[in-house]
């Protein structure tokens, strides 16, 4: 091999490290940020408290997200991913809507603060962060209408407007979550109320006891 094939080799390698570097440390920017947006709030954590937690310099976090906005945009995009994927690992093509919804809880509860945090400040958001929520919901919208749909046929729960069937589940949990100052201080809302909110929940729309 020649000196100059060698040195073509080398470069491309150093190339190859630089890019996987710099994947790594986007990907640890935007766990970090994921923690601290949860801890301190979407609309009040600063950069700068984010380099400090992930100990790299303020820069460095502008060099991977030009802007405050555009960093918040990455993180929230990740989580839709995890909690959409995680949701999709839970829930059984044949499971039913107890079923469904204990695995709605499970994976929230996974990212709780976080989650909490998109509810409670997502009005204060830009329009591209308030609708990345909407694509979130939509992950449980649909495979809560596809279980509705097939236990409304054998009269297993009520007869009812999938869409009111949905926002009601999404208002009870995300009311508990909002205000978990009172439901569960210092706790997690979802493992001290969510089995409780779900027999609810339940209760008013089965048809019959199975």
Request: charge should be neutral; glycine fraction near 4%.
């Amino acid at each position: 091999m020649s000196l100059n094939s060698m040195s073509k080799e080398s470069e491309m390698v150093s190339e190859s490290q630089r890019k996987k570097q710099k994947l790594q440390t986007r990907e640890h920017l935007i766990d970090v940020a994921l923690n601290q947006l949860a801890k301190d709030g979407l609309t009040t954590t600063r950069t700068s408290d984010i380099a400090s937690a992930a100990k790299v310099s303020h820069g460095t976090v502008f060099a991977h997200f030009p802007t405050r906005e555009i960093l918040l945009d990455a993180v929230i995009d990740e989580f839709g991913k995890r909690i959409t994927k995680r949701l999709h690992e839970l829930v059984s093509s044949i499971c039913g809507m107890k079923e469904l919804l204990e695995a709605h809880v499970k994976g929230i509860r996974e990212y709780e603060a976080f989650y909490t945090r998109l509810v409670s400040e997502g009005h204060l958001l830009h329009e591209k962060a308030r609708n990345s929520l909407i694509m979130i919901q939509s992950a449980i919208s649909f495979h809560l209408i596809q279980v509705a749909e097939r236990e409304m046929e054998t009269c297993e729960i009520r007869m009812m407007s999938v869409d009111l069937l949905f926002n009601t589940w999404i208002g009870l949990i995300h009311y508990y979550l909002i205000n978990g100052d009172l439901f569960a201080p210092g706790q997690s809302v979802l493992k001290i109320h969510g089995s409780r909110l779900v027999e609810h929940y339940m209760n008013l729309i089965k048809l019959r006891d199975n």
